[in-house]
């Protein structure tokens, strides 16, 4: 297995996924691959993104780093209005998080699903919306479009080892606007890819992509709205729309 082979597609996108689509494989084995590879990444991104909320939050409750000593500096200063005997007290009753093992081992199966999910997800968005910008073709369909999502997450398993610089300490919080970038490329990666296999225009794809953060958007932004209407109905609040 070429550790290189994502890189050079993401870097040579056109070429890469015209060769994909014409003799790549077919989507069960497409999935498989795709699975492999973000799993293990997923894994190590996660484990290194729950060791550091671990240790943050532990230092939280023990009202430990120098944010703290500002904030204690600064509630001195109210007159003993805010005692930090009592707020210590209070933070000591937030519950403690399970050893950072057993955290881990609940990854395990998460991590895959958690792919397979995004997957499937990007898969029923990204065709839905091609559809709509009539990039769809009768005899190119939903596998063909399996494939091209699975290829195309393939090719993100760069950004995901990219992104894990963003762990660092100092270094991921100056490369943040550079990791931000790699998000949206290979975020419209996807959308090359999808046109490149349903062998419509690649504006078509990209754009396809993009209306999939529109709609989902939308789409969560109504939920919102329903889910507040239902709890001021429910607290007896008054209700507007």
């Not at 703290?68 to 937030?94: C, F, H, Y």
């Not at 369909?141 to 990219?162: L, N, Y």
């Not at 999808?194 to 754009?207: Q, Y």
């Amino acid at each position: 297995m070429d550790p290189w082979a994502p890189f050079r597609l993401a870097l040579k996108p056109l070429e890469g996924f015209k060769a994909e689509a014409g003799g790549g494989p077919a989507a069960g084995p497409a999935f498989l691959r795709m699975l492999a590879w973000r799993t293990g990444l997923g894994w190590l991104d996660g484990a290194l993104s729950l060791w550091g909320f671990a240790a943050g939050y532990a230092s939280f409750r023990a009202m430990e780093g120098p944010l703290w000593g500002r904030v204690l500096e600064s509630l001195a200063q109210v007159n003993g209005e805010i005692r930090p005997e009592d707020l210590k007290e209070m933070l000591t009753q937030l519950p403690a998080l399970p050893p950072l093992p057993v955290l881990l081992l609940w990854m395990l199966p998460l991590v895959p699903l958690g792919v397979a999910s995004a997957w499937l997800h990007n898969a029923v968005w990204d065709h839905g919306c091609l559809w709509l910008l009539r990039g769809v073709e009768r005899n190119r369909g939903w596998r063909t479009t399996f494939r091209a999502e699975a290829t195309a997450m393939w090719a993100g398993s760069a950004g995901v080892a990219i992104g894990l610089l963003g762990h660092a300490p100092v270094l991921g919080l100056l490369l943040a606007p550079v990791l931000a970038a790699v998000g949206v490329y290979f975020w419209v990666l996807r959308g090359v890819a999808l046109a490149t296999f349903h062998g419509c225009p690649v504006w078509k794809g990209v754009v396809a992509t993009l209306l999939h953060v529109v709609i989902a958007a939308c789409c969560g932004c109504g939920l919102i709205v329903v889910a507040w209407q239902l709890a001021l109905a429910m607290g007896g609040g008054p209700a507007y729309g």
